[in-house]
């Protein structure tokens, strides 16, 4: 087959996307562009499951450690970023291979972006200040309220992107889902999508050993060590958020790590109920590699 293709391969946290990427791309002698809003950031490791040394080595990965906490990074930078990689890949081989978690940034790769209408400074300067003053749990209460469906699918720990939803409802009346299901930017190439699932105990489990795993590995540190930067956006993440607040003295470490489970197998739900809502995507068990492999080489 001689037609650029590339593969997508989503799904949620922990379910196995880095394994089974590496094996694909191996199979097809080519790279990985990572689709994971956080890896990309040098100074986060541990909390953001990173490929470790050795399978970046096995394969090159474009967008890990490709940025800084200090850089302003979302969806359309990572269109442009992408866009180039591929395009860079396509110069060797005709597959590529885009694999993460971050469902906005896999769409703006595939479809590109919708144009969100100007918000006025008054609005984002009063939800601001009112978050500022209420924390965080006011600003998931009034998104869930005023716009359930972006609740229902975004990232309801990152202030940035709450504050963002509310914004746009309050100026336009609509939800900020509403600007995100526009008109779709045509690829000169072809994309197949993958998804990866698991039974929801069997992801919980792996969840819940990959905390335990990280925090042996010295999240913990990791974190200590970011404290001077924790009110950067890339920050606002989980993992990193909880043991922020233990620091603080407001938890245990136990409560903190207990509550990173907890978030993180929320955060899962939210990824699935987005990645779920894509019709074009063939869902497989992480297990089922040559499945795989067999209906990206049949097209």
Same mark, same amino acid.
């Given at each position: 087959?001689?037609?650029?293709?590339?593969?997508?391969?989503?799904?949620?946290?922990?379910?196995?996307?880095?394994?089974?990427?590496?094996?694909?791309?191996?199979?097809?002698?080519?790279?990985?562009?990572?689709?994971?809003?956080?890896?990309?950031?040098?100074?986060?490791?541990?909390?953001?499951?990173?490929?470790?040394?050795?399978?970046?080595?096995?394969?090159?990965?474009?967008?890990?450690?490709?940025?800084? *906490?200090?850089?302003?990074?979302?969806? +359309?930078?990572? %269109? &442009? =970023?992408?866009? #180039?990689?591929?395009?860079?890949?396509? @110069?060797?081989?005709?597959?590529?291979?885009?694999?993460?978690?971050?469902?906005?940034?896999?769409?703006?790769?595939?479809?590109?972006?919708?144009?969100?209408?100007? *918000?006025?400074?008054?609005?984002?300067? +009063?939800?601001? %200040? &009112? =978050?500022?003053? #209420?924390?965080?749990?006011?600003?998931? @209460?009034?998104?869930?309220?005023?716009?359930?469906?972006?609740?229902?699918?975004?990232?309801?720990?990152?202030?940035?992107?709450?504050?963002?939803?509310?914004?746009?409802?309050?100026?336009?009346?609509?939800?900020?889902?509403?600007? &995100?299901?526009?008109?779709?930017?045509?690829?000169?190439?072809?994309?197949?999508?993958?998804?990866?699932?698991?039974?929801?105990?069997?992801?919980?489990?792996?969840?819940?050993?990959?905390?335990?795993?990280?925090?042996?590995?010295?999240?913990?540190?990791?974190?200590?060590?970011?404290?001077?930067?924790?009110?950067?956006?890339?920050?606002?993440?989980?993992?990193?958020?909880?043991?922020?607040?233990?620091?603080?003295?407001?938890?245990?470490?136990?409560?903190?790590?207990?509550?990173?489970?907890?978030?993180?197998?929320?955060?899962?739900?939210?990824?699935?109920?987005?990645?779920?809502?894509?019709?074009?995507?063939?869902?497989?068990?992480?297990?089922?590699?040559?499945?795989?492999?067999?209906?990206?080489?049949?097209?």
């Amino acid at each position: 087959m001689n037609e650029k293709t590339c593969v997508i391969i989503a799904g949620p946290t922990a379910v196995g996307k880095t394994a089974v990427a590496i094996e694909v791309a191996r199979h097809f002698n080519t790279a990985i562009i990572s689709a994971d809003s956080r890896q990309c950031f040098k100074e986060m490791t541990i909390g953001v499951a990173k490929p470790s040394a050795s399978e970046l080595q096995q394969v090159h990965h474009y967008f890990i450690n490709s940025h800084s *906490i200090h850089e302003d990074v979302n969806a +359309a930078v990572y %269109e &442009q =970023y992408a866009l #180039q990689a591929a395009d860079k890949i396509f @110069q060797h081989n005709n597959f590529t291979v885009v694999t993460g978690g971050t469902g906005l940034y896999i769409k703006a790769f595939c479809e590109g972006l919708d144009d969100v209408p100007p *918000i006025s400074m008054a609005i984002r300067q +009063a939800i601001t %200040e &009112q =978050y500022e003053q #209420q924390g965080l749990a006011w600003l998931q @209460q009034q998104v869930q309220q005023q716009d359930p469906l972006y609740y229902a699918t975004g990232e309801i720990q990152n202030p940035q992107r709450l504050i963002r939803a509310l914004e746009v409802k309050q100026a336009t009346g609509e939800s900020i889902r509403s600007y &995100q299901q526009g008109k779709k930017a045509t690829r000169p190439f072809r994309i197949i999508k993958l998804g990866l699932e698991l039974p929801k105990p069997e992801l919980h489990a792996r969840i819940n050993t990959r905390v335990d795993i990280m925090m042996e590995q010295g999240l913990l540190k990791e974190v200590e060590g970011l404290i001077p930067y924790k009110q950067l956006n890339a920050l606002q993440t989980v993992g990193y958020s909880e043991l922020f607040e233990h620091l603080e003295g407001n938890s245990s470490l136990q409560q903190a790590i207990d509550r990173i489970k907890t978030n993180t197998r929320h955060y899962a739900k939210r990824q699935m109920t987005w990645f779920k809502k894509d019709i074009s995507m063939r869902w497989f068990s992480p297990n089922a590699l040559q499945e795989m492999i067999h209906y990206i080489a049949s097209g």
